[in-house]
């Protein structure tokens, strides 16, 4: 996607250094960092400087990448594990993390020499970038029937192309539905209490030119209300084998919405989102985040400046679980690479059957 007219992708390899865009900072700098090791990759995935499941799924790829690009010879494979354990702790919710360290170390141990073992990890960190791209085209394409000329529909958090290394998962079929010349309106919740709506959603509909508008999160219920929301999706953090979904904190009580107003609740994901270990949603483990996170919030001041300020009173306590899971029941879709699957059992086990979409599809 484009920022100020020039293709971007959020994630990417040059040569064995990381380069991500820094989400902390945007909307009011846009900027690019550098990491040089597995460490620094790790560390900028567990302060959010990417974030997003594909997003943090194509870095830990690239982490793993640097680890096998720099493990002394003698100790090639001890050292991998290593670094694969060290980037296995940043984040605990994403599937999209864990497929990442297992595809690349699979590949690394394939190989018959330390030479040959690097190698091989660059290239499946970097086909598992392209392959993360190319699903999200393909989502966009999925759920381009849904994208009906006049429609206004709601998404959460941000499931755009920031959080992958392209396109994104749920803004995919509105961006596919802009190149096919039908307009829609996304309504954005701002997304408290890191705000992903209000800093990065916004600002990625903005650099595309996509109408929207942000909202409280508070104000959900009333637009549903009003019949002013004919759609929703959003995207996936993991979704278990029943269907069962975590995302942002938040989506659930937006699937519960749309369930009373009858609003049809997609959630679009690529399937290395998808956990068929976990059985059902009671077994995704839950991020739980430090309570600054609730008590201050972050931002520019009129005067130019960057400032962190306190919003709560100076005792408060604060609990901040960073995803939860909505049931099965109340998706009315997923929206994947494959097209649109029922929220079930068996049809999520069908598509994890599949081969993967193919370059060209
Ligand atoms: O904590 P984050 O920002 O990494 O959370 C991930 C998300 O942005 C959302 O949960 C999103 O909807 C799923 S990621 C495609």
């Given at each position: ?12 390899l ?12 945007l909307?009011?700098v ?37 680890a096998?690009?720099h493990?002394?010879?003698?100790r090639f ?7 694969a354990?060290v980037?296995?702790?940043t984040r ?37 970038a392209?392959d ?14 849904l994208?009906?000329?006049?429609l206004?529909?709601?998404t ?23 190149e ?19 800093k ?8 595309a030119?996509v109408?929207?508008q ?24 993991r ?10 904190i ?27 270990a ?11 985040r430090?309570?600054?996170e ?5 931002g ?14 100076p005792?408060a306590?604060a ?10 029941e ?6 994947t690479d ?5 929220a ?10 599949e ?7």
């Amino acid at each position: 996607m484009k920022v100020n007219g020039r293709p971007y992708q959020t994630v990417w390899l040059d040569g064995s250094t990381v380069k991500l865009i820094e989400q902390r900072k945007l909307p009011h700098v846009f900027e690019v960092a550098s990491y040089a090791t597995h460490h620094e990759t790790a560390r900028a995935i567990q302060e959010m400087v990417v974030r997003g499941a594909g997003a943090i799924g194509a870095a830990a790829g690239y982490a793993m990448a640097q680890a096998a690009l720099h493990a002394p010879e003698a100790r090639f494979h001890d050292a991998l594990d290593k670094a694969a354990g060290v980037i296995r702790a940043t984040r605990p919710t994403a599937h999209d993390l864990f497929y990442a360290v297992d595809r690349v170390c699979r590949a690394a141990s394939c190989a018959n020499s330390v030479e040959s073992a690097r190698m091989a990890a660059v290239r499946a960190a970097t086909a598992l970038a392209q392959d993360n791209a190319r699903a999200c085209q393909a989502m966009g394409r999925a759920g381009l029937p849904l994208m009906t000329p006049g429609l206004r529909m709601l998404t959460h958090c941000n499931a755009g192309w920031l959080a992958f290394v392209d396109w994104g998962s749920a803004l995919a079929p509105v961006y596919a539905a802009q190149e096919a010349g039908i307009e829609v309106f996304v309504y954005a919740t701002e997304t408290r209490p890191r705000s992903q709506g209000a800093k990065l959603t916004e600002w990625e509909l903005a650099q595309a030119d996509v109408p929207h508008q942000l909202i409280a999160d508070t104000a959900a219920g009333s637009l549903f209300q009003r019949g002013e929301i004919g759609l929703v999706i959003v995207g996936a953090d993991r979704i278990a084998a029943n269907g069962d979904t975590a995302n942002k904190i938040g989506t659930y009580t937006l699937a519960v919405l749309a369930r009373r107003h009858n609003v049809p609740f997609y959630v679009a994901a690529s399937r290395s989102t998808f956990d068929l270990a976990t059985p059902d949603g009671s077994a995704i483990p839950i991020e739980q985040r430090s309570e600054d996170e609730v008590l201050y919030v972050w931002g520019r001041a009129d005067d130019g400046s960057l400032q962190r300020v306190r919003i709560a009173g100076p005792d408060a306590r604060a609990l901040n679980p960073a995803f939860d899971v909505t049931p099965a029941e109340l998706i009315r879709g997923f929206i994947t690479d494959q097209g649109i699957l029922p929220a079930t059992p068996d049809a999520v086990a069908a598509y994890m059957r599949e081969p993967e979409a193919s370059p060209a599809a």
